[in-house]
């Protein structure tokens, strides 16, 4: 068991930035696979970012060059840092945790407002 907690989320111009921050309640050494998720009202949830436990990145083509993931195993935390953001970035951001074992992990979730 872990359990995720989100921060860092907010309302912010169009071409602001926010960092967000997922703090876990143990070690995430054994997961394989941490990041973020994103779902706006309406939408299907959908993948942001999410870093490997060997350091590979994968992120979604709408974010690339904006977004930067990273994960500190010697915190447990997991972070997002959101550059030039725009207004279709605006929804509840979720960080997951994939164990090794294939069960998925959630957060309660942040809120992230762009207004134009």
């Known amino acids: 068991q872990v359990q995720l907690v989100e921060s860092g989320g907010g309302l912010v111009q169009a071409g602001g930035s926010l960092r967000l921050s997922c703090a876990a309640s143990?070690?995430?050494?054994?997961?394989?696979?941490m990041g973020w998720y994103r779902q706006a009202p309406g939408k299907q949830r959908e993948l942001v970012a999410v870093?490997?436990?060997?350091?590979?990145?994968n992120y979604a083509g709408s974010v690339k060059g904006r977004f930067t993931v990273s994960r500190d195993n010697a915190k447990n935390t997991v972070t997002l840092q959101m550059n030039n953001l725009k207004p279709e970035d605006t929804a509840v951001y979720y960080c997951k945790a994939r164990a090794s074992y294939g069960f998925d992990y959630w957060g309660q979730g942040t809120q992230v407002t762009v207004s134009s």
């Open positions: 870093v490997t436990s060997g350091g590979g990145t």
């Open positions: 143990r070690s995430i050494d054994t997961f394989s696979i």
